[in-house]
């Protein structure tokens, strides 16, 4: 599903490369945590596969398709294929909740009628049934992020990538959210998850890829957080 | 594509940004009108010139049945007329020349003075009564003696008008109205452009999020970008309509009810010059505003 080969990148004015060499293999369905200290290169790769940078060096296939060779008018088709959540949910403050889930799919044309059974549906699958109608700064941290995961997730992507998600909740909050990205996972989603919270990475039992410097230091299957906790 | 979200973005951009917006659109409708009188102003000079002839050109008219002149006997032959070219052709003094027929002589009058007069059983003049005439440009204002004293003694030549130095203070004054006016909007023409670019800057920051969440989903680049495009063309059309009123509002208060009846020596700008001068903005007007959209939105809208 995702596929680097060799890949740099380094970006303009920095000597020392943000990736070096990085080759990493992640099939479909598959759920992997990307772990490293800050500036080790995680928001980096992730970047790389949403093609918001072209790499400098090497090849990156996503879904089959070689990104970095993309037309810029084809790149945001291949969005369209990726679901992105972030820490600070970035959310419009001034739509509800459903019209924020919505929104996705209004600007990529989709028609009112899918609109109106994908939205509850998809608020239903992340656990804000009846919340539509709230505005986020209604909502608690875990339910404002719940409801980014559902607009990432309503227009069903293949991927769904997650840029430390947990980031800014507490840790009962954040079991609940990992549960759900389980659950996204358990459709047939690929997950991939960058992460400092040592304790979900123990606790999930998931693919490791730890960065650090720009480079795979350790792809372990079922791994741990860092040997250091 | 759903176009719902696009015009209710069109809406707010145009409400939330209305100071920049009224701004945009006051000095497109000066700089617009600027750019349509000098274009009046030029077809001005034109029509003025195919009367009385540009600021090159002299006219030798031919002899005419009856004419003023005794020394010609009759309408002039087309032996005559040969004669005529090839010491016009054989000047060093001659850029370049034309005959001008009866009938297009007999045309200019009733355009200068108005058809109505040349109707009816007993009309002013008719085409017969016209001379025909030799139009001469030449390479040099100044080197004009060689050619006027020789033709003027040939056979079938009536005369030569050289209405050069008294027409030489209106197109004068034509020209520098012309530049003046733009001169001035191209002064405006850069205001409006500096504004366009600080409306989107502005905009693009107000709908960050949005246009970052639309990035993030996939939204293509047009649709990102045409709540902007809309906007540039939406203050487009009202300075361009603005501007097409006041310009016919000069037409009429100005030319058709002031200068018209006074000064009937020279051909005047019509309706046909006024709607050449508004296709001229209403094409400048869409572009001024398209233009740094499109290079901005580009900028800022990147994928």
């Known amino acids: 599903m995702i596929r680097f080969e060799k890949v740099t990148k380094t970006y303009a004015g920095m000597g020392h490369p943000a990736l070096d060499q990085v080759s990493v293999d992640v099939d479909k369905g598959e759920f992997v945590f990307l772990v490293g200290a800050s500036g080790s290169g995680k928001s980096t790769f992730l970047r790389l596969i949403l093609r918001e940078y072209r790499a400098s060096s090497g090849r990156i296939y996503v879904a089959g398709k070689e990104i970095n060779r993309l037309a810029g008018w084809k790149v945001p088709r291949l969005r369209r294929s990726i679901g992105t959540v972030f820490q600070d949910f970035r959310l419009l403050p001034n739509k509800t909740v459903s019209e924020n889930v919505a929104f996705a799919l209004q600007v990529i044309g989709r028609s009112r009628s899918e609109i109106a059974t994908l939205v509850p549906e998809t608020l239903e699958l992340v656990g804000l049934e009846g919340k539509g109608d709230r505005m986020p700064d209604e909502l608690s941290g875990g339910e404002q992020q719940r409801v980014a995961i559902a607009r990432a997730f309503v227009n069903r992507p293949m991927i769904l990538i997650a840029d430390e998600p947990t980031g800014n909740l507490d840790p009962t909050t954040s079991v609940g959210i990992m549960k759900l990205l389980d659950r996204i996972n358990r459709t047939g989603t690929t997950v991939l998850m960058a992460t400092h919270d040592a304790g979900i990475v123990d606790q999930m039992r998931k693919r490791v890829i730890e960065l650090d410097d720009g480079r795979v230091i350790r792809d372990q299957a079922q791994g741990v957080y860092g040997f250091q906790h | ?303």
């Open chain 2, 1 to 303: 594509m759903q176009l719902r979200y696009v015009f209710s973005e069109l809406g707010q951009g145009l409400r939330r940004n209305l100071t920049m917006h009224v701004a945009v659109v006051l000095t497109l409708f000066v700089s617009l009108t600027l750019v349509g009188l000098g274009v009046l102003l030029n077809q001005q000079a034109d029509k003025a010139a195919s009367y009385w002839g540009s600021q090159l050109q002299i006219t030798v008219w031919l002899c005419k049945e009856k004419d003023d002149n005794p020394a010609c006997t009759g309408e002039v032959t087309d032996a005559q007329k040969q004669a005529i070219e090839k010491v016009t052709k054989d000047n060093p003094e001659v850029a370049d020349y034309h005959f001008e027929s009866k009938e297009q002589a007999f045309e200019k009058v009733k355009e200068l003075l108005g058809p109505d007069k040349f109707q009816g059983p007993n009309p002013a003049a008719t085409a017969a009564d016209m001379p025909q005439s030799l139009w001469i440009t030449l390479k040099d204002p100044d080197q004009y003696k060689g050619i006027t004293s020789a033709v003027v003694g040939l056979d079938g030549v009536s005369g030569i008008r050289d209405a050069r130095q008294t027409l030489k203070p209106l197109y004068g004054s034509i020209n520098a109205l012309q530049w003046g006016a733009l001169g001035t909007a191209a002064f405006l023409v850069i205001a409006a452009l500096l504004l366009v670019a600080n409306t989107i800057r502005l905009a693009a920051f107000a709908r960050r999020r949005e246009i970052g969440i639309m990035r993030l989903v996939g939204a293509s680049t047009v649709y990102i970008a045409l709540p902007f495009l809309l906007e540039a063309l939406v203050t487009a059309l009202i300075g361009v309509t603005l501007a097409a009123g006041g310009l016919g509002a000069f037409m009429y208060f100005g030319v058709h009810q002031r200068i018209e009846g006074k000064l009937n020596f020279i051909p005047w700008v019509g309706g046909s010059e006024y709607v050449v001068a508004v296709i001229a903005i209403a094409i400048l007007g869409p572009i001024l505003t398209l233009l740094p959209t499109l290079v901005l939105t580009r900028k800022y809208l990147k994928v």
